[in-house]
């Protein structure tokens, strides 16, 4: 199966930082790279993901760049803001499979 | 937009009991994920249904099943209920299944005492 490693497990950065999580998967046949942002008490949620024919993809304050040579890819965040805290994880697609592999998750700390 | 409905949101259970839980996807999606969520853990993948057939398993006891009804609701059925079943249990609903985009819902909070 799929083995994936978040890092850093736990983030802090002031208002105004940017922030980047990086994800390293194992299945070279991966082809889908999605991140979730889960609040507390709360569901995951979407904030971008992205597929493996394009190298990178941005959204207002954030972006995901993927590299499927070295087999990782990245969330950045730009201008944090405190509501940016939350617990983000990666969940990459093996190659022929449609369920997740979760990272450990990245708990995000944004100090106003 | 209509979001991933589950309940229900809080569920509180004696050991040995059972639970039911409920999931009703974003219209229009007929495939359906179950995951449980041990505290300050990932989500961890149970079972999923496409077109109300079960489509892949993962880690769910023998002692729960789930199945997909005809207007793709699903529904987890929890027996003999164990302290470590204690979790937050969440659905997620996607349409088709390759490289599709899963949507969570809120969660139910299982509390087994």
């Known amino acids: 199966g799929e083995n994936v490693e978040q890092h850093p497990s736990t983030l802090s950065v002031q208002e105004g930082d940017s922030a980047v999580i990086k994800c390293t998967y194992s299945d070279s046949a991966s082809n889908y790279f999605p991140w979730y942002k889960q609040e507390l008490g709360k569901g995951p949620q979407l904030i971008i993901d992205?597929?493996?024919?394009?190298g990178e993809k941005k959204d207002q304050r954030i972006a995901v760049t993927l590299n499927k040579t070295a087999k990782h890819f990245s969330l950045h965040i730009t201008e944090t803001q405190p509501e940016d805290s939350a617990v983000y994880f990666c969940a990459p697609h093996g190659g022929g499979s449609y369920i997740p592999t979760f990272g450990r998750g990245t708990s995000l700390i944004v100090h106003p | 937009a209509a979001g991933v409905i589950q309940s229900p949101r809080h569920l509180i259970k004696e050991k040995r009991e059972t639970a039911t839980l409920k999931c009703y996807p974003i219209p229009r999606h007929d495939t359906v994920y179950w995951y449980q969520q041990g505290p300050g853990q990932d989500p961890q993948f149970l079972i999923s249904f496409y077109e109300k057939m079960q489509s892949d398993k993962g880690s769910i006891p023998d002692r729960f099943s789930a199945q997909q009804f005809s207007d793709y609701h699903s529904e987890l059925n929890m027996s003999s209920l164990e302290l470590g079943d204690s979790a937050l249990y969440f659905c997620?609903?996607?349409?088709?299944?390759?490289?599709?985009?899963?949507?969570f819902g809120p969660g139910t909070r299982l509390l087994v005492l």
């Open positions: 992205i597929r493996s024919n394009v």
């Open positions: 997620a609903s996607s349409l088709g299944t390759y490289q599709e985009t899963q949507y």
